[in-house]
């Protein structure tokens, strides 16, 4: 990379854009026949029995929009929140001898930003399930 720079080579000229355009107007092609055929191809009887609502051979009964408590997806979307924050720890494992102590102090400030978020969820007792 660097003697590229180096040689004074322009990689930002279109034709360097090329195979990407073509690898993309093929794939949105692909796409857009597939659909058109299957539309063509696929059948086009519609009887009751075919509109019907099917889930696992059961019939269905009372309405779906029943209440449930937030907390599961509180409990969601915290996990992928904090498994997330592991995930950015990895590039920070892998370069750590490069980064040196500013790269630790930004991990650190990375991590304390974190655990101020997880010191207010406790202290709203988000994880509280007794409620």
């Known amino acids: 990379m660097n003697y590229l ?4 080579l322009n990689n930002a000229d279109s034709g360097s854009y ?11 092609g692909l796409v857009a026949f597939l659909m058109v055929v299957t539309h063509l191809l696929g059948p086009k009887r519609k ?3 075919k509109l019907q609502n099917f889930s696992s051979g059961i019939e269905s009964h009372g309405d779906a ?7 599961y997806f509180l ?9 997330v924050e592991v995930i950015f720890f990895y590039p920070y494992a ?3 001898k490069m980064l040196g102590w500013e790269g630790f102090k ?3 400030l990375f991590v304390g930003f974190f655990l101020c978020g997880f ?3 406790i202290k709203r007792g988000a994880l509280n399930w007794e409620d």
Do not use: C, E, H
């Open 75 to 83: 409990t969601a979307i915290l996990f992928v929140l904090f498994d």
């Open 94 to 96: 892998v370069n750590f």
């Open 65 to 71: 929009r029943q209440p449930m408590a937030i907390k």
């Open 106 to 108: 930004a991990v650190l």
């Open 119 to 121: 010191i207010y969820i």
């Open 5 to 8: 720079l180096q040689s004074g």
């Open 18 to 28: 090329l195979p990407v355009a073509i690898q993309m107007i093929f794939a949105v």
């Open 47 to 49: 009887t009751s029995d």
